[in-house]
Structure formats: structure tokens, C-alpha cells
């Protein structure tokens, strides 16, 4: 792999470095908080590969793909911090070894 | 020389958004790893400039550093976790085995995405005129991709209506006979 130029291959990379750093980050990490973090940068990731692979093969439909999926990343993380917030409320806990009941 | 500056701002920003991500998994305060999810953002942002997606990069900075990590922020200083409720970091047998699962997955993907894909010729023709503008991006979205766009307002609804259920509910029912209420009782039971 050449460093120079720059190519689809180089932005796939950071693409798939970034998705590791967000399975890891929510498989080690027990804060709900900075697990639905890992979340965000997984998707951020595949965004990534999405407007690489729009750029390198000329098709503009990947952009409408990714403004998409930002939208519903906003959903989720709207979603989901409601749901964390109810469950601090009840459980004074946002630690996800702690709440394994899936009921209040 | 003209080829050469984007592709060092690359290797700046994909290091910076990386390591960005790298912050995000080792701090233990959830403030600082919102700051570093912001790095990581505006980076990706600087990316997407460089695969002249104009539009995506404003939307990017505006969706993510404007709302999404101002919506984390939020909570992280509405919950004001003490020192003690953020827990310590404990070794287990399932984080290991998920972590080296992980970074498998990472090293068994390398190859593909080193071979697969052919070297770009030494001169890239570059993005044609208007790709990745508000208007190329607009006209597709309005017509081709109409309905998708549609049923995120529907998405986008229901979470609204999520929210505000979740950010409602008391620690014990009330006796009301709301039509929320009782759909909640009925799911409870």
C-alpha cells in the first residue's frame, strides 16, 4: 500500500480503525453513557466508508445514504439517553452490569 | 505539488479522528470523552471535505458537535455522577475475549481492504462539477430517495414521542386514565 496519493484503500483504513475503537469502546466499557459513545463512532465509521466509496465510484446516492443514518444516530442517542435517564432515576446506576433485568 | 496538501491534511485528520476514538475508549470521566468524541467528529467532518462532500461535512459538524454531543453533555452534567458511580475499570474474562474478538475481526478485514481495491490511477479526475453540493444532494433526496426521507419524519416523530414518555415516567404508575397511561399499563402487565 503506498502512502501516496491518497486513495479510497487509505480512507477505508481510518474507516475500519475508527469501527474497532467503537466495538471495543462498548464492549469494555461498563458507563452507558460513553458506550452509546462507541455506538456513535461505529456509525461514524460506516459513514465514512459510505461517502469514500460515493466519492471513488461517482455515485452521489451515498451522501443521501449517510445524511440518513445521521439522522437516525440523532434518533438513538435521543432515545437512548431517555432511557438512561429513567434508569438512573430508578437504579441511581448507569452501569450496564447492573441493569440486567430489562424491567423497572 | 498541488496533489500533496490534501493528502497530508488526510493523514492529519484520519490520525486526529482516530485518536479522538482512542481517547474516548481509555478516559474514565464521560466529560472528557465527550470533548474527545468532538475531535473525532470535527475530523471526520475535515474528511468528508476532502472527499468533496460539502454538504455532509456542514451537516456533519452541525448534527454531531452541534447537537448530538451537546445532547450527551447534557446529560452527563444533568446526572452529575460522583466519583464513586462512575465505577472503577475491572478486568474480566468476557471483556478480553470481546476485545480480542475485536481487534481479530480488524486484522482478518486488513487484507481485503488492502488488495481489493485497486491503487486510484496517479491522476484521480477528481469529483465531477457539483458532486457533493446542497443542490446535487437536494435533488436527489427530494426525488429519487422521496419516500425514505418521509418515513424519517415518521422516525423521527416517534422518537420525539419516546422521549418525552421516558422523560415523563414517575417511579410509581399513577392512577390516571390518560391514553399514554393506560397504554403503558397495558404494556406492563
Redesign the interface.
Known amino acids: ?14 474507516s ?10 462498548v ?5 452507558l ?2 458506550i ?3 455506538v ?2 461505529m456509525l ?1 465509521a460506516g ?2 466508508a459510505i ?2 466509496f ?3 465510484s ?1 455515485h ?2 451515498g ?2 445514504y ?3 443514518i ?10 437512548g ?6 434508569l ?3 437504579r ?4 450496564a452490569d447492573e441493569a440486567t433485568y430489562l424491567r423497572w | 505539488m498541488s ?2 496538501l ?2 497530508i491534511l ?2 492529519v485528520f ?1 490520525a486526529l ?2 485518536a479522538g ?2 481517547l ?2 481509555v478516559n474514565r470521566n ?1 466529560m472528557t ?2 470533548m474527545s ?1 468532538v475531535v ?2 470535527l475530523s ?1 467532518a475535515i ?2 471535505l ?4 460539502h ?2 461535512a456542514v ?2 459538524m452541525i ?2 458537535a452541534g ?2 454531543v451537546v ?2 453533555i447534557f ?2 452534567m ?2 452529575n ?1 460522583t466519583d464513586e ?3 472503577r475499570f475491572r478486568f474480566s474474562l468476557f ?1 478480553t475475549i ?2 480480542f474478538v ?2 481479530a ?2 486484522l482478518a ?2 487484507p481485503d ?2 488488495v481489493s ?1 485497486p ?2 490511477a ?1 491522476g ?1 479526475a477528481g ?2 462539477a457539483g ?2 453540493s446542497t443542490k ?2 437536494g435533488k ?2 427530494f426525488g ?2 422521496l419516500l ?2 418521509e418515513l ?1 419524519s415518521i ?2 416523530l ?3 414521542v ?2 418525552v414518555v ?2 415523563k ?1 414517575e ?1 410509581q404508575p399513577k392512577k390516571t386514565h390518560s391514553l399514554v397511561d393506560w397504554l403503558l399499563g397495558f404494556f406492563r402487565t
Not at chain 1, 27 to 31: I, L, S
Not at chain 1, 70 to 79: L, P, Q, R
Not at chain 2, 50 to 53: G, Y
Request: some cysteine.
Open positions: 500500500m503506498n502512502f501516496f496519493p491518497v486513495g479510497q484503500t487509505h480512507f477505508l483504513a481510518t475500519a480503525f475508527l469501527f474497532t475503537l467503537g466495538v471495543l469502546t464492549v469494555v466499557r461498563r458507563n453513557i460513553v452509546l459513545m462507541g456513535e463512532l461514524n459513514n465514512l461517502v469514500a460515493s466519492r471513488f461517482g452521489p446516492a451522501h443521501v449517510v445524511l440518513l445521521m439522522t437516525v444516530a440523532a434518533a438513538e442517542v435521543a432515545v439517553l431517555g432511557i438512561l435517564i429513567a438512573f432515576r430508578t441511581k446506576t448507569i452501569n | 496533489h500533496l490534501p493528502d488526510f493523514y484520519s479522528s482516530v476514538a482512542v474516548v475508549l464521560p470523552c465527550a468524541l473525532s467528529v471526520l474528511l468528508y476532502l472527499l468533496s462532500a454538504f455532509l451537516a456533519q448534527v454531531y447537537a448530538i445532547l450527551f446529560v452527563i444533568l446526572l455522577l458511580e462512575l465505577g471483556k470481546g476485545a475485536a481487534v475481526t480488524l478485514v486488513a481492504i488492502r481495491i491503487a486510484p496517479a484521480d469529483a465531477p458532486y457533493g446535487a444532494v436527489l433526496l429519487e430517495f425514505p426521507f424519517t422516525l423521527i416517534s422518537a420525539m419516546a422521549g421516558l422523560a415516567r417511579l
